[in-house]
């Protein structure tokens, strides 16, 4: 068996990819549209100041593009969560040429070398981001939260801030372990923790495999990684996952909005995974709930792995349900366990713009905009069309850095583990592949064979990476 050693890859061309998967979303904006960003960088806005809030953004290395300053701070009762969220409505005219072209676009997609934005980068990853030191305009959520995580009282108001600091998770994880959180997010790690286990006892579904990363380094090269995701990442999607809930709870009180939805799981996809988990050995008692079983389970071992990989089946079905009156009968989202909407990203991601006006004018109680209005039934599918897309381009990355780092590592054997599995917990005889995973390489791949169990160690052999067909393959041994 080769040993395990750091995997560079050699140059990789991603330009082909472009032009397959979003060849009808150039990189660059038309002229009218930049000129309009540009034109729309320089407004002004009303002094509508919480100046005296010292908001923090906290996001991965690196990145420009600040929808999101949090301030926290401990009361009799528990939390208040005050949420700055960049106010890309007061740079974007409705029925312009640039809101035209938003539509079209749906969101921003990433690519190792570059990203093509929703939004032209003056706006984007400048006057509307929130970048620290800066005066911005914002949607500022405030949000009481009770010690157990439940909500108490919302309110949303348009304001101007400023982002005191610009933190990376690793930093807010290092200062969560040396005790040395800055005031403003000082109580993060009980306010997450609280959300957490109310998340939980909600019946979210998750699955927390590691994620597969492509970084690039200075010098050019691409690698390739798994990356387990640290505790202050949880805390903070909490948070944001806390102002969609409190977002949908003020739409379906107003009887109008646009959610994000996610059925629960049917009782044949609850039955598979439950059998594939007793096939494996780990425990899932008859009446358990699926969100019990699953938080339990630790990514690192093979067989909990093996689970929650094919635990992905209960999260299928995602989507997003505008209505203007009749609320909808599909309101809910599995993997929040309660109705849930996106206002959290909205230089990112088309639906938050409109989403986050409708929470605006209900909270003032006023007229929620016509333009919003005549929009709502159209972004359901707007943004189904776009996240495929995105998951597209996701995948064919991943399968494309894949197979050129392998490329000149044909024949090698590779410890890996097997995760796909049928209702036994054995690798499905009508299908001559499994799914495996080679934390060596970190990569996950298609690998034959026979008598593969999943959640078991095994020897694989790359047999296939061809980066034209963005193939990769392992044969057992």
């Given at each position: ?5 750091r ?7 991603y330009?082909a ?15 009218v549209?930049v000129e309009?960003?540009?034109?729309a960088?320089?407004r002004a ?10 908001f ?9 593009d ?6 926290l ?5 528990g939390?208040?969560v ?6 890309i409505?007061a ?16 969101q921003?997609?990433?690519f190792?070398d570059l990203?093509?934005g929703l939004?032209?980068?003056t706006?984007?990853e ?5 970048l620290p ?6 949607v500022v959520w405030t949000?009481d939260?009770s ?7 919302t309110?949303?108001v348009?304001?101007?801030v400023?982002s005191e ?6 930093t807010v994880?290092?200062?969560t ?16 923790e609280?959300?957490?286990?109310r998340h939980?006892?909600r019946?979210?579904i ?5 994620t597969?990363e492509?970084?690039?380094?200075d010098?050019?090269q691409y690698?390739l ?7 202050v990442e ?5 948070i944001?996952?806390?102002?969609g ?6 739409m379906l009180r ?5 959610l ?6 049917d009782?044949a996809?609850?039955?598979a995974v439950?059998?594939c988990?007793n096939?494996l050995g780990?425990s ?11 938080a339990a ?5 093979p067989r909990?792995?093996?689970?929650l990989?094919?635990?992905a089946?209960l999260?299928?079905g995602?989507?997003y349900a505008?209505?203007?009156g009749?609320?909808p009968?599909?309101a809910g989202?599995?993997?929040v366990g309660?109705?849930?909407?996106h206002?959290t990203a909205p230089?990112r991601r ?12 209900l ?5 929620v905009?016509?333009?919003?209005r005549?929009?709502?039934p159209t972004?359901?599918d707007?943004m189904?069309?776009?996240n ?6 996701e995948?064919?990355?991943?399968d494309?850095?894949e ?8 024949g ?9 599995l049928d209702e ?5 005889p009508?299908d001559?592949?499994a ?5 060596a390489?970190?990569?996950r791949?298609?690998?034959?064979g026979?008598a593969m169990?999943?959640g ?8 296939i ?7 990769v393959r392992f044969s057992?041994?």
């Amino acid at each position: 068996m080769v040993s395990a050693r750091r995997i560079l890859a050699p140059p990789l061309d991603y330009a082909a990819l472009r032009e397959d998967l979003v060849k009808e979303l150039p990189a660059e904006f038309a002229a009218v549209e930049v000129e309009q960003a540009e034109q729309a960088a320089s407004r002004a806005f009303p002094d509508r100041d919480l100046l005296d809030i010292a908001f923090v953004t906290v996001d991965p290395t690196g990145s420009k593009d600040l929808d999101q300053a949090v301030a926290l701070e401990r009361t009799p009762d528990g939390f208040r969560v005050r949420y700055a969220i960049a106010d890309i409505a007061a740079f974007v005219d409705p029925g312009s040429p640039l809101d035209q072209v938003l539509s079209t676009r749906g969101q921003t997609f990433y690519f190792p070398d570059l990203r093509i934005g929703l939004h032209p980068a003056t706006l984007s990853e400048g006057a509307a981001s929130l970048l620290p030191g800066q005066i911005r305009p914002a949607v500022v959520w405030t949000i009481d939260v009770s010690a157990n995580g439940e909500i108490l009282q919302t309110s949303v108001v348009r304001a101007l801030v400023r982002s005191e600091r610009q933190y990376d998770y690793e930093t807010v994880q290092r200062l969560t372990e040396t005790g040395n959180l800055p005031t403003t997010l000082r109580a993060l790690p009980q306010l997450g923790e609280a959300l957490l286990a109310r998340h939980r006892a909600r019946g979210a579904i998750e699955t927390r495999l590691p994620t597969q990363e492509i970084s690039r380094d200075d010098a050019g090269q691409y690698h390739l990684k798994f990356r387990a995701v640290l505790p202050v990442e949880q805390y903070n999607a909490q948070i944001s996952l806390l102002t969609g809930v409190a977002a949908a709870q003020m739409m379906l009180r107003g009887g109008i909005g646009l959610l994000r939805t996610l059925p629960e799981p049917d009782d044949a996809a609850l039955r598979a995974v439950r059998s594939c988990a007793n096939g494996l050995g780990v425990s899932w008692p008859k009446q358990a709930r699926a969100a019990d079983v699953l938080a339990a389970l630790k990514p690192e071992l093979p067989r909990h792995a093996a689970v929650l990989h094919e635990s992905a089946m209960l999260l299928r079905g995602s989507g997003y349900a505008a209505f203007d009156g009749t609320v909808p009968s599909n309101a809910g989202h599995a993997g929040v366990g309660a109705p849930y909407a996106h206002v959290t990203a909205p230089l990112r991601r088309l639906a938050d713009r409109y989403a986050t006006e409708v929470c605006l004018a209900l909270h003032a109680g006023s007229e929620v905009p016509q333009w919003v209005r005549n929009a709502l039934p159209t972004l359901p599918d707007a943004m189904n069309r776009s996240n495929q897309r995105a998951n597209a381009v996701e995948r064919a990355v991943l399968d494309y850095t894949e197979a050129v780092v392998l490329a000149d590592r044909l024949g090698e054997n590779f410890d890996a583990v097997v995760l796909d599995l049928d209702e036994r917990g054995n690798h499905d005889p009508s299908d001559d592949l499994a799914d495996i995973v080679v934390a060596a390489l970190a990569v996950r791949a298609k690998c034959e064979g026979e008598a593969m169990r999943a959640g078991t160690m095994i020897n694989a052999q790359v047999i296939i990476a061809n980066p034209a067909t963005r193939q990769v393959r392992f044969s057992a041994l």
